[in-house]
Nanobody, 127 residues
Framework: LVQLMESGGGSVQAGGSLRLSCTASGYVVNKGCMAWFRQAPGKEREGLAVISGSGATSHLDSVRGRFTSSRDTFRNILDLQMNSLKPEDTAVYYC?????????????????????WGQGILVTVSS
């Protein structure tokens, strides 16, 4: 049974930073593709970062330079470091994974390709 659990969310003021972590069980983080998505109220789910089994990482253009995703194969965790947060970053953030080894930036628009999802964690950025 694959389980993904996000942690590290919460409230922060604009300009601040948060680090989200996704702890995987029943899944090895470097054996498949993993990704971060978010969904704001009334909006579609948006892909932020995807990392392939080989470690190749792609980020959404609008967050590149502010958000960085990385994985820790020793702890079996996927992280998302978020800096210079803005009120428009307020959303529920999700960790996702798939058994597919290869993925690229086009997968940011394809949440249906990810069969495993965390329950989501709320990030609130106040102005």
């Amino acid at each position: 049974l694959v389980q993904l659990m996000e942690s590290g969310g919460g409230s922060v003021q604009a300009g601040g930073s948060l680090r989200l972590s996704c702890t995987a069980s029943g899944y090895v983080v470097n054996k498949g593709c993993m990704a971060w998505f978010r969904q704001a109220p009334g909006k579609e789910r948006e892909g932020l970062a995807v990392i392939s089994g080989s470690g190749a990482t792609s980020h959404l253009d609008s967050v590149r330079g502010r958000f960085t995703s990385s994985r820790d194969t020793f702890r079996n965790i996927l992280d998302l470091q978020m800096n210079s947060l803005k009120p428009e970053d307020t959303a529920v953030y999700y960790c996702a994974a798939t058994d597919a080894y290869y993925c690229d930036n086009t997968w940011l628009r394809l949440p249906k390709y990810f069969e495993y999802w965390g329950q989501g964690i709320l990030v609130t950025v106040s102005s």
